[in-house]
């Protein structure tokens, strides 16, 4: 069973559609929630006999949790759904084959990272290095729920080596000016746009997303301190109850259609 309840974040919006009357289940890596509209209509328009498509949109590790649990608990509600389909990045998924979940897995998108930042950047950030400086308050993905929490500490240590982690993840944490998300893609921004905190690292994509919708503004990362990720794809086989679907929403997301839509949002193919 998994515990799942983040205070003034409405994380209701992570869950789509309904779990009881799915012709397709989904569980799809969080921060891709502002392309799977286009992707989903995109989808049902080349399979409209796949009506009915419920999705959840929380951080993989979770999801994953989600997955060998069965339930979701949020607040007093349970979420009881077998899912077909998950994404995540790699770790996630050799976890899950190494569990018996999945058998295989395929790479469909990448993406790197950039700091996310209040309009006017008050704190005046121009690279990592300063996530260390006192004083700078940081929104940061936690590492054990989040991939790219663990990407984004691997391009602190290139940038500023043991040190920069050290003071980001542990002395500012302990010290209140890091602040460890559980579901970064709504959290980061809600608390960025209250101006509670200076910089939250994400993916581009995600940046990207809010320069396009004129809330927040984003740093980019240094090209030698910056990371890849990949983002994978897999059918859920040992729970899966809708094996068509699956094969064919699989076959769709490597599809130049997919491609296409994920690129405009900013996703690498």
């Known amino acids: 069973m998994v515990d799942f309840s983040v205070p003034e974040v409405d994380f209701i919006s992570d869950l789509y559609g309904n779990p009881c009357r799915s012709d397709l289940s989904i569980f799809f890596n969080g921060n891709q929630w502002m ?11 080349t ?5 009915h498509i419920f999705y959840e949109t929380l951080p993989p590790g979770v999801l994953a949790k989600q997955i060998r649990d069965g339930v979701l608990n949020i607040g007093t509600l349970q979420i009881n759904v077998l899912p077909d389909i998950y994404t995540s990045g ?8 190494e569990d018996g979940f999945i058998s295989s897995y395929k790479q469909y ?16 950030i121009k690279s990592l290095n300063d996530l260390g400086k006192k004083g700078v308050r940081v929104v ?25 982690v050290k003071q980001v993840m542990q002395i500012k944490v302990a ?3 890091t602040y460890l998300t559980k579901i970064h893609h709504r959290e980061t921004i809600d608390i960025l746009l209250k101006n509670e905190f200076d910089v939250g690292p994400v993916w581009l994509t995600e940046a990207l997303h809010q320069k396009k919708l004129d809330t927040l503004d984003y740093i980019s990362i240094d090209k030698k301190d910056n990371m890849l990720g990949y983002y994978y794809i897999a059918h859920i086989k040992k729970l899966s109850k809708n094996i ?22 900013g996703f690498l193919t």
């Open 244 to 265: 068509p679907a699956s094969k064919k929403f699989i076959d769709f997301i490597t599809s130049n259609t997919a491609k296409k839509i994920l690129n405009n949002y």
């Open 140 to 164: 940061m993905p936690n590492p054990e729920y989040e991939g790219v929490g663990r990407l984004i500490v691997k391009a602190l240590f290139k940038a500023g080596g043991n040190e920069l």
């Open 90 to 97: 790699k770790e996630e998924m050799q976890s899950l084959k």
């Open 47 to 51: 399979f409209p006999d796949i009506k």
């Open 35 to 45: 392309v799977l509209n286009d992707l989903l209509k995109s989808f049902q328009k």
């Open 175 to 177: 010290s209140g000016d």
């Open 109 to 124: 998108a990448s993406n790197t990272l950039a700091m996310l930042i209040p309009k006017n950047n008050p704190a005046n």
